[in-house]
């Protein structure tokens, strides 16, 4: 089985109900949005924020879903941290070969021009783990 490679933290996912309100105090600090995409097929829009190579992303609800059912369970705050991979195929196979499943069944296309899955929260103490190839 060939090992599974984080290369980093790619972000960290925080659903909220305003992104233009909350990514103004990171702006304020000097930290640009490099990423503002509506995901209608999500029902989301997500704002990146870089800080250092690590992103913030807000996601702000666009209709009903997974987002908007969070925010109304819990209020803003983090849902996801995400983990850069260099391959997401290779690491989808590597994972289901030590057992581990996923959200759905392929990866799926993210914000950013790039390709992210979910784990399952059991493989991974609770926290929602995405995974993601980024194509720059």
Do not use: C
């Not at 090992?3 to 105090?25: N, R």
């Not at 209020?75 to 690491?91: E, K, L, N, T």
């Not at 926290?127 to 194509?135: G, I, K, W």
């Amino acid at each position: 089985m060939a090992a599974v490679e984080f290369t980093q933290i790619d972000h960290l996912g925080i659903p909220v109900w305003d992104a233009d309100g909350a990514a103004a105090f990171y702006e304020h600090a000097g930290v640009s949005v490099v990423i503002d995409e509506t995901l209608d097929e999500y029902n989301i829009r997500a704002v990146f924020l870089d800080i250092d190579g690590v992103y913030v992303e807000f996601l702000e609800p666009t209709g009903p879903g997974n987002v908007k059912t969070f925010l109304e369970t819990h209020g803003p705050g983090i849902q996801h941290v995400a983990y850069r991979v260099p391959d997401i195929a290779q690491a989808v196979v590597s994972l289901r070969d030590a057992g581990v499943e996923f959200k759905s069944d392929e990866p799926m296309a993210g914000a950013g021009n790039s390709e992210i899955i979910f784990v399952e929260e059991r493989y991974t103490g609770g926290l929602q783990v995405e995974l993601v190839e980024r194509h720059d």
